[in-house]
């Protein structure tokens, strides 16, 4: 069995998201980028776009109006200024 990545969506009203997941693709402000689990840490400012979620066969999309991207030891986890499953 592959690794997992922790990956949790927060938008100021909820949590959007929170889960096991095999990879998240998310727009950042200098490009699109894509966490494995075991991704070297970073931080980055997100802008308008759409979150991918994929997990086995299966993914999910988020629609995300800006906010901030926090990858480390633990997981990913995104602060979303506004968060919606599309």
């Known amino acids: 069995m592959a690794d ?3 990956f949790s969506l927060v938008a100021p009203e909820r949590e959007v998201f929170s889960g ?3 990879r998240v693709d ?3 402000v200098e490009g699109d980028f894509g966490v494995l689990a075991g991704h070297a840490p970073f931080m980055t400012a997100l802008r308008e776009g759409v979150v ?4 086995g066969a299966g993914s999910r999309t988020f629609e995300i109006h800006g906010g901030f991207a926090d990858v480390n030891a633990q997981g990913l986890t995104i602060l979303a ?3 919606v499953e599309a």
């Open 4 to 6: 997992k990545l922790h």
């Open 20 to 22: 096991e997941v095999d």
């Open 26 to 28: 998310a727009p950042g």
């Open 52 to 55: 991918t979620v994929v997990d």
């Open 81 to 83: 200024e506004h968060a």
